[in-house]
């Protein structure tokens, strides 16, 4: 048994500073205006704080971002309800954890339980050991001929899952208001918050006004 912190990975290639992604939006954006020939080197980050500034938001559909996002399979479940999103998901139905490009082993997040802190050490170990348990018995089906697909029906939400999710900027944007917010699930915060603070900081202006609640 393996257990994991839960990561992301940006899967889409940004520029240096996220100007290309900018300007791209202005080139689209001053389609609607005839207006080509008012951009200039440095005109990309003014017109796009002046769309969302406006909720002019149909524009920066045309630009998509790609993200992996290693978490637990309860979190997964909340990412795919976004609807305006195209995602790639490891699958449990073929994926047969008694192989050895798994490392013949179950992999789990961990959980938020904190096994160094005496008020949580119980839960922690708790969850341990029905983590064991679990992999044991999904071992043992499949053992005994079960399919993989047969077989997770013993395997929990602390279950690792790889989980791809492209969008188009709009949504991301919709997908961080919900998922940083101070009632969103821990775990979702978890990977989140460092996603929001990272893009902020590769591609300006497109998430600026998102405020992180603490």
């Not at 240096?16 to 389609?31: A, M, P, Q, S, W």
């Not at 959980?111 to 922690?124: G, V």
């Not at 395997?155 to 188009?168: C, D, G, Q, R």
């Not at 961080?176 to 893009?199: C, D, G, S, V, Y």
Request: charged share 30%; with cysteine; proline share 4%.
């Amino acid at each position: 048994m393996k257990i994991i912190e839960p990561y992301y990975e940006i899967l889409t290639p940004i520029s240096d500073g996220g100007i290309n992604e900018l300007k791209f939006i202005e080139k689209v954006g001053r389609t609607c205006y005839k207006s080509e020939n008012n951009i200039t080197d440095d005109s990309a980050k003014k017109f796009v704080a002046n769309l969302i500034a406006n909720n002019h938001s149909a524009i920066i559909e045309h630009s998509f971002l790609s993200v992996k996002f290693v978490v637990d399979r309860g979190v997964s479940h909340e990412i795919v309800r976004h609807r305006l999103a195209s995602y790639a998901q490891e699958s449990t139905r073929y994926c047969n954890y008694v192989l050895d490009k798994f490392d013949n082993e179950i992999t789990y997040i961990k959980p938020l339980f904190d096994e160094n802190k005496s008020e949580d050490r119980w839960a922690y170990q708790l969850w341990k050991e029905q983590a064991k348990q679990a992999e044991k018995c999904y071992f043992e089906l499949i053992k005994n001929g079960a399919t993989p697909q047969e077989a997770r029906a013993v395997l929990p939400n602390s279950l690792k899952t790889e989980l791809v999710m492209t969008t188009n900027y709009t949504e991301w944007r919709h997908f961080f208001k919900l998922r940083t917010a101070k009632n969103a699930h821990p775990q979702m915060r978890q990977i989140t918050i460092p996603l929001l603070k990272e893009l902020q900081e590769k591609i300006p202006i497109i998430f600026d006004d998102i405020k992180i609640e603490e």
